[in-house]
């Protein structure tokens, strides 16, 4: 499966696309799936999702789907279950410090980020932490519900957080508001380097 992963994240621009044309798909037919109703067609739609996202990107099923912010590199991979990574054990060679034969997923998912495109904003957002509720549920049927696709510019492959993050009723978005604004702003992120690097060159004179 390592090696899985490491193809999704050489591939994740088309992966990404993929995402969003089943988004598309998903959003058209929603109405009916509403109708038919969502508790209903879970089971079915976390067969599919074991059977693609599994196969794909070894998608550990959290139900809230981010990899459209992590270079199409699921974060449940990290035997720590960090959202917000890597964490300080690294190794020299990017393999994980808890399993040496695995590379760090958030070594992967810099790779998968940088594939994207952008200027790196995606993976700098802060992700909530995962809500234990959803463990084992469609990530896609969530999303829908939750209506959060149409805000995100991450499709099903990350709205999760981007929704949690941007929304007004969001009580994370309210505890942490400056931050927030610096970790989802890359325009803020640019001018918060451009005077570090400005005071560090006025220091040096
Ligand atoms: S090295 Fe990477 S994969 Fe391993 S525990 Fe740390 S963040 Fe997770």
Redesign the pocket.
Known sequence: MHRMRAWSVRNARWLKALYSAVEIVLRAFNPLLRRIGHERLDRPFVAVEKLTKGFLLDSKQCGQCIVGFTGMSC?M??????RN???????GNG?????PD??????LAWEGNKRLGGDGYPIQILQPPVNHQTIGKSAWLHELRRGGYRASPQGLAGNESYWHLRSPQSGFARMYPAFIFQTTSSGALRAQQTRKKKASTSAST
């Open positions: 974060p991979n990290c035997p720590k279950k960090i990574g890597p964490c300080g054990g690294v190794r393999a994980c410090e808890v399993d695995m590379p760090c997923v958030w070594v």
